[in-house]
């Protein structure tokens, strides 16, 4: 197992470059946890003792503001890491995070995660990249929401999530993850009704298909034109 775990660093970001034997000593660190579909990881607000790295399964980070809007940040897949920032700044939790489906993840504790960071700066520069990356993301989001209408910002998710899950087949492509409207609505800023008229209509067009709770883009050109 550790083993496996090892070669799972290797494709998480803030491990990269770290030598087999370094990225051992981490993966025996990490405690590995199961958790459920539409289970919570943790919830906005806690206080921050753990950070995770996604060994199998999809997760959605989000957060609900005090008139109880949910708003979904990111999805997270395979070698993917959260849960870093509480850590560093000893604040509470910035978002919850759930299983949209069955996951597994690693575990490493605040303790053991703090003395790799003074152990190794290229851990240091790396996490201050990802960090960065997070807040380009949040602020392409909130651009998006003022500046783009509602069906450019549906078509944009499509497309980011087909190329993330996305399988081609049948002469389109196949996103791999179910998410429901309102899912799709938290990611977008965008209502559930309006999630799913934009969908009823692009499946009349016959632009995509709704699949037992996925979507499958017949005509990623056309949903290309509306960004």
């Keep these: 197992m550790i083993e496996q775990d090892a070669a799972l660093l290797a494709r998480c970001e803030l491990f990269q470059g770290m030598s087999l034997e370094e990225r051992k000593r981490v993966a ?3 405690i590995r946890r199961r958790f459920r579909a539409r289970e919570v990881i943790f919830n906005q607000g806690e206080i921050g003792r753990e950070m995770y790295i996604v060994v199998s399964g999809r997760l959605r980070g989000s957060a609900t503001s005090e008139e109880g809007k949910e ?3 990111f ?7 959260f849960g870093e920032l509480a850590l560093i700044d000893g604040e509470t939790r910035s978002v ?9 993840l690693l575990v490493l504790r605040q303790i053991d995660f703090k003395t790799l960071l003074k152990q190794n700066d290229m851990i240091g520069l790396r996490l201050l990249s990802i960090l960065a990356g997070k807040i380009r993301n949040t602020n392409s989001l909130y651009e998006s929401s003022v500046f783009i209408e509602i069906p450019g910002r549906l078509a944009g998710k499509l497309l980011d999530l087909a190329e993330e899950s996305g399988v081609e087949m049948d002469g389109g492509i196949l996103i791999d993850i179910r998410l429901s409207q309102y899912d799709l609505g938290t990611l977008i800023n965008a209502s559930r009704e309006s999630v799913n008229k934009q969908l009823k209509s692009w499946e009349a067009g016959k632009i995509i298909e709704l699949r037992s709770g996925k979507i499958f883009i017949r005509e990623p050109d056309l ?5």
Excluded: G, W
């Design 223 to 227: 949903l290309e034109a509306l960004l």
């Design 71 to 73: 708003l979904s940040f």
């Design 28 to 30: 025996e660190l990490c």
């Design 75 to 81: 999805i997270l897949q395979e070698s993917d890491l």
């Design 96 to 104: 919850t995070v759930t299983a949209i489906d069955s996951c597994e």
